[in-house]
């Protein structure tokens, strides 16, 4: 989408940044209609999986799509609000975009960020953690998602984390055979 721009247009206002991240929900659901439409596949062993930012859209999905069964959530976290402030390079774009707008427009992109923080599928989470089909693996050293973030999102999902000591976002790589085992 976007013509090769897709990036830089969901910064050029709040309204595009918001529909590019619930668009992102929408696939999601679309993907699980698709699978669900195959003979090939089992419709009640579908799970979501991803890593960082799509750590946070499983997360966001599990509580949107009730046929996800399971998730497994590599660098992830909760409260979009407080990462996004974190200062990473890679949240960079999103607090400048933030700064460029006046107090009113800035509220309401923060209110609508709220409503599709994984936070708010707790319940869908809890419930996929009860069974034990939600996995939580985090970088302890994570620059990029706070690790406190990411505790926040495994407690209010009631999940532990297992945690990769001395490792970082892009680092948290050399341990993919303990990741992916």
């Known amino acids: 989408r976007g013509g090769g721009k897709a990036r830089t247009q969901a910064l050029e206002n709040a309204d595009k940044f918001i529909e590019s991240l619930q668009q992102g929900i929408l696939d999601n659901r679309r993907a699980v209609d698709l699978l669900c439409s195959r003979s090939d596949i089992d419709p009640a062993r579908i799970g979501v999986a991803g890593g960082s930012l799509g750590a946070i859209m499983s997360a966001t999905v599990c509580g949107y799509e009730p046929r996800i069964e399971r998730a497994f959530l590599l660098l992830g976290g909760g409260n979009l609000e407080k990462i996004f402030a974190h200062p990473a390079r890679e949240t960079k774009a999103f ?3 933030l700064a460029r707008l006046n ?12 409503k599709i923080d994984p936070l708010t599928q707790a319940e869908a989470l809890r419930r996929l953690s009860t069974q034990g ?12 998602i706070p690790p406190s973030c990411s505790s926040e999102l495994a407690e209010a999902a009631g999940c532990e984390i297992i945690w990769l000591p001395g490792v970082g976002h892009y680092t948290v790589a050399s341990q993919s055979a303990f990741a992916f085992a």
């Open 103 to 114: 107090p009113e427009q800035r509220q309401e992109t923060l209110a609508e960020l709220r």
């Open 133 to 144: 089909k939600l996995k939580m693996i985090c970088a302890a050293e994570d620059e990029v």
């Open 95 to 97: 607090r400048d975009f």
